[in-house]
């Protein structure tokens, strides 16, 4: 039900059809003091309880899937930046047990190409794709970051060049392994047959043998292939690497290209090497992140933002004259003035902006003035003064936000879906629940009435939802696990 493109005669461009839906989950809130906000979802040891209630939710809003990427390594200090990656359960597992709490959403989970083992994710796979009836999609990350390299007693780098060039090729033989794996178990020779005592009819598997460069299989596989053969493959990242890998082989791309304009050239780019290598465009759906701040009001929306502006932990800045060593010396004022072009001054995080020292900000100081205003309609000089707080905070959370009404929020997503920026979003929640349920009760209803979301799902299974119709193959008739009559043994 995605859309299909026209021209109107004035050249811009107008869409009918659905926006692709869904959330990419960070059980912390993805506004790193989103945590802190009273009745906030703040303790990853109740993530379960977390977990559930936003994928009940989400299913009852009819996104199309929940998406759980992976960072394979931990640090200190994500818990300023990043706190949702500081420690957080294993995104194949928590798919898995939320295919048995969910009935129709798609479910993405994450392999690392290099740090993970195509025979072992083949039947990860297909088996999460059979208990969930078809609504799994597999998030490949071709990423080779060194601490994460470290942890699987790598060096991220290949023999045969750069890391990044090694990875693309071993992604493209690690996709290629997967999908042979797959086709190597017939689900059809499946027969059992009590009366000949014989369970298969002979013909359910075929050899692979596959000897390439990075893997050596022999196949085949010990688990029933996904339940229409194969599954919606995911790629995630801006870079030309993953752009051509999401290019050749993926169904949904999730890519943060930056604002309006830039995003419409990504797009057209990309729907082009799509078709260059011989794919119809519609067979690739491209997504971009999205951080919506939602209330009822836009001034409600700008006070929210500003209390989790106010949140955000930043470093000691020694005041003038008084030397001293700042534990996070990139998140202080003192850093933010020579970034801006005011090296010499001195600044409180609560001083206000006054319109002669925005005067002398550099690009990058008028680049945050014009963020800071779009998130808080504050402006030097204005009624609601910008102060070194919000210009800081500004610099040092780099996230696609979009702060304001459920109409607001909703003109965002339409405008960036009519003029062919995006095919959809994923949503990301400040914080747990309320900022999840917010966009959920706000904004999906007016998406809805505004004809670009759907009021109730038509598809059973993740492919179904993203619309790539005739191009994955068609999802057999799959009963969901829980639709099987049982009766509990007496
Ligand atoms: C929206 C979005 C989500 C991403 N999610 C992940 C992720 O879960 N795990 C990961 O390793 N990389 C993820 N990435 C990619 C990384 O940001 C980074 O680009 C990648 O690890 C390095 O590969 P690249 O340089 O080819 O993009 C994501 C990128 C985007 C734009």
Same mark, same amino acid.
């Given at each position: ?13 107008? !869409?009918?059809? +659905?926006? *692709? ?29 977390? /977990? ?9 809003? +009819? ?7 992976? @960072? $394979? ?34 479910? *993405? ?72 794996? @797959? ?11 009590? !009366?000949?005592?014989? /369970? ?7 050899? *692979? ?39 050749? +082989? ?22 082009? $090497?799509?078709?260059?290598?011989? !794919? ?9 992140? /999205? ?12 006070? /929210? ?30 850093? $933010? ?37 779009? !998130?808080?309609?504050? #402006? ?5 003064? *910008?102060?070194?707080?919000? $210009? ?23 405008? @960036? ?40 799902? #038509? ?26 009559? @049982?009766?509990?043994?007496?």
């Amino acid at each position: 039900m995605t859309g299909q493109t026209r021209t109107e005669p004035d050249g811009f461009f107008t !869409r009918s059809g +659905h926006v *692709v839906l869904g959330s990419m989950v960070r059980t912390l809130g993805a506004f790193p003091s989103g945590w802190r906000m009273p009745g906030a979802h703040a303790d990853p040891a109740a993530d379960p309880r977390a /977990l559930k209630r936003l994928a009940v939710a989400a299913e009852r809003a +009819h996104l199309d899937f929940l998406y759980f990427g992976d @960072w $394979l390594s931990t640090s200190a200090e994500l818990e300023l930046t990043d706190p949702h990656l500081l420690v957080r359960t294993d995104p194949l597992s928590t798919v898995a047990w939320l295919a048995a709490l969910t009935r129709r959403i798609g479910l *993405v989970g994450t392999a690392s190409v290099p740090h993970s083992d195509p025979y072992q994710v083949a039947r990860s796979a297909a088996s999460i794709d059979r208990l969930s009836a078809g609504r799994f999609g597999l998030n490949l990350t071709l990423g080779t970051e060194p601490r994460a390299a470290a942890n699987f007693g790598r060096t991220g780098a290949g023999a045969e060049g750069s890391a990044e060039a090694n990875a693309f090729l071993q992604g493209d033989e690690y996709l290629y392994v997967v999908r042979a794996l @797959w086709a190597s178990v017939d689900a059809r020779g499946v027969a059992p047959d009590a !009366r000949t005592g014989r /369970l298969t009819d002979g013909t359910v598997f075929a050899p *692979v043998d596959h000897h390439g460069p990075h893997y050596s299989v022999a196949g085949p596989l010990n688990a029933l292939p996904p339940v229409a053969g194969t599954v919606p493959i995911v790629q995630s990242g801006a870079s030309e690497r993953s752009r051509e890998f999401a290019a050749r +082989h993926a169904d949904l791309y999730l890519a943060g290209p930056g604002g309006l304009g830039e995003s419409i050239k990504f797009y057209r780019d990309t729907k082009q $090497l799509v078709e260059a290598y011989g !794919r119809p465009r519609t067979a690739l759906r491209i997504v971009a992140p /999205l951080l919506p701040v939602v209330a009822s009001t836009r001034e409600e929306a700008f006070d /929210l933002y500003d209390r989790l502006a106010d949140a955000v932990l930043l470093g000691e800045s020694p005041g003038e004259g008084q030397p001293g060593q700042s534990e996070h010396p990139e998140r202080t004022v003192r850093r $933010l003035l020579q970034l801006v072009g005011l090296p010499l001054a001195s600044r409180e995080p609560g001083d206000p902006v006054t319109l002669a020292d925005a005067e002398r900000f550099n690009a990058l100081g008028h680049r945050l003035l014009e963020l800071v205003a779009e !998130r808080s309609g504050r #402006e030097p000089g204005g009624v609601r003064s *910008v102060t070194y707080r919000h $210009l800081l905070v500004a610099h040092l959370t780099p996230l696609p936000l979009v702060v304001g009404s459920a109409c607001d929020v909703a003109d965002h997503i339409e405008t @960036w879906y009519r003029a062919s920026a995006v095919d959809g979003f994923t949503l990301m929640a400040a914080y747990l629940p309320h900022q999840f349920d917010a966009f959920l009760d706000l904004v999906v209803p007016e998406l809805v009435r505004r004809g670009l979301f759907r009021g109730a799902y #038509e598809g059973r299974t993740l492919a179904e939802h993203l619309g790539l119709g005739d191009t994955a193959p068609r999802a057999a008739a799959a009963e969901h696990p829980a639709d099987v009559p @049982w009766a509990p043994c007496t």
